[in-house]
C-alpha cells in the first residue's frame, strides 16, 4: 500500500514539474514545484492546471488542445 502511495506521489511530482516547465516557469520554480507535487500531489496538479488554462485561453486556444 505506503508503495502504491510513493508511486503516485512521484507522479504527481514528475507531471507538475513537466507542468511547470510548458508554463515557462525557471528551474528553480521548477523544482519547487516538484517538491510540491510529491507532497501534495493532487492539488498542486490542480492549480497547476488551472494556470494551463487560463494560459492557452489568453493565446486564443482551446483548453482541450493543451494535453
Same mark, same amino acid.
Given at each position: 500500500?505506503?508503495?502504491? &502511495?510513493?508511486?503516485?506521489?512521484?507522479?504527481?511530482? &514528475? &507531471?507538475?514539474?513537466?507542468?511547470?516547465?510548458?508554463?515557462?516557469?525557471?528551474?528553480?520554480?521548477?523544482?519547487?514545484?516538484?517538491?510540491?507535487?510529491?507532497?501534495?500531489?493532487?492539488?498542486?496538479?490542480?492549480?497547476?492546471?488551472?494556470?494551463?488554462?487560463?494560459?492557452?485561453?489568453?493565446?486564443?486556444?482551446?483548453?482541450?488542445?493543451? &494535453?
Amino acid at each position: 500500500m505506503k508503495e502504491q &502511495i510513493a508511486i503516485s506521489n512521484l507522479t504527481c511530482g &514528475i &507531471i507538475c514539474a513537466k507542468w511547470a516547465l510548458d508554463l515557462g516557469y525557471s528551474q528553480t520554480r521548477q523544482l519547487l514545484f516538484l517538491i510540491g507535487g510529491l507532497f501534495a500531489g493532487p492539488f498542486i496538479l490542480l492549480i497547476l492546471y488551472v494556470y494551463l488554462i487560463r494560459k492557452a485561453s489568453s493565446d486564443g486556444q482551446s483548453g482541450g488542445k493543451i &494535453i
